[in-house]
C-alpha cells in the first residue's frame, strides 16, 4: 500500500498512477482501450462535450474488505445507467462486459491506493463524452469512455451526525421528459448556485422539489431521499426526474428483507416534515441522517435531532455487508480479481 496518511483523506481528489481510455468513432463498436498513466490530455476546442454538453459520468467505490479483498459494490448497476443515459445523449452505449473489465482493470492497476477497511474506498470515476469536433448541436463524430480514480475517506468521521436541510423554493433539479434520470454533466452545475446559497445560510444542501407541481421531495442536492414514519419507509418514485440511484435500490431491497414495509410514492414536503426520521443516500455518504428540514418559515427536527434507530440499522447493515463483516445475501459484492 501506499505511504499516505489514510485518516486524513477527505472526498477530495489524489491522483492516482493509471487511468484507463477506450475511443469509439460514431456508428463502430467499442473495442476495449487500456491503462494510461494518470495524465492530463488533449481535446478539439469543438469537442461535442465542451460546447453541448454531451457528457455522462458514474461514481462507485471498491472497497477493501475485513477478508483483505477488494470488491465493488453491484458494479453491473453502474454499467447499466451508463447504458440508459448513453440513449438519452445519443451516446454509443458501452458494453457491461467492456466496463466491469475496464473498472476491474483501473482498480487492479491502482491497487496500492485502495484505503485499509473501514478508513475509506476507492472511489473510481467512469466518464463518457463526445470527444469529436462538432459545429451544430448534434452529436459528436467520436466519443471517449475514460476512468480515473482517488481514494476517498469515510463520509462521517468520528461518528454519523444528522444534517440540516433547506427546501429550494426557486430551482428545481428536473423536469419532466428532461434528463434528470440520467447521471447527465450538465444536471450538475445548476445545482452549485441553489447549493452555494443554502450552504451560505448554515444548511448543508437543498431538497428539491418537483417541477410539476413544488409539492413533492425530488432529491437532496445529488442523493435520493428517504423517510420512516411508524416503521413504514418511504422513498419518492422514480419518475423520470429522479436519478436511479444504486445505494437507494439497495437500501429497498435490504429493508424488505429486514421485514421493513417500503413504499415508493409521492412523498410530498408535508408528509416527509411529519415523519418520524429522514435520510438521503448515494454512494459517497451511502446513507445520511437528516437532523432537520426548513421549508420558508416552517423547521422541522427529527427526534433529538440525532440519527433514528431505522436509520442506523439500515446504515449499519448496508456498510457490513459492504466490509464483509456480514453476510451478502443479495450477492452485490463483486470481488476485483488479481489481474498479476
Ligand atoms: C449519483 C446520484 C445519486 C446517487 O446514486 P448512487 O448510485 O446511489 O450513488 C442520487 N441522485 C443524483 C442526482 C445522483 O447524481
Known sequence: ???????????????????????????????????????????????????????????????????????????????????????????????????????????????????????GALYVRPILFGSGPVLGVAPAPSFTFMIYCTPVGPYFKGGMSAISLVISEDHHRAAPGGSGGVKAIGNYAPGMMPSYAAKAAGFAEVIYLDAETHTCIEEVGAANFFCVKDGVLSTPSLTGTILPGITRASIIELARHRGLEVREERVTAEAAMAADEAFCCGTAAVISPIGSITHGEQVTTYGDGTPGPVTMDLYAHLTGLQAEREEDHFGWLHEVPDLG
Open 1 to 119: 500500500m501506499k505511504d499516505i496518511d489514510w485518516d486524513a483523506l477527505t472526498f477530495s481528489l489524489t491522483p492516482t498512477d493509471w487511468m484507463y481510455v477506450a475511443e469509439v468513432n460514431a456508428g463502430e463498436a467499442w473495442m476495449p482501450g487500456s491503462l494510461q498513466p494518470y495524465a492530463n490530455f488533449s481535446i478539439s476546442p469543438a469537442a461535442g462535450v465542451l460546447n453541448y454538453g454531451q457528457g455522462l459520468f458514474e461514481g462507485m467505490k471498491a472497497y477493501r474488505t475485513e477478508a483483505d479483498r477488494i470488491v465493488f459494490f453491484r458494479p453491473e448497476e453502474n454499467a447499466r445507467r451508463m447504458q440508459a443515459g448513453a440513449d438519452r445523449l445519443r451516446m454509443p452505449p458501452v458494453p457491461e462486459s467492456l466496463f466491469v473489465d475496464a473498472i476491474e482493470q483501473v482498480v487492479h492497476a491502482n491497487r496500492d491506493w485502495v484505503p485499509p477497511c473501514g478508513r
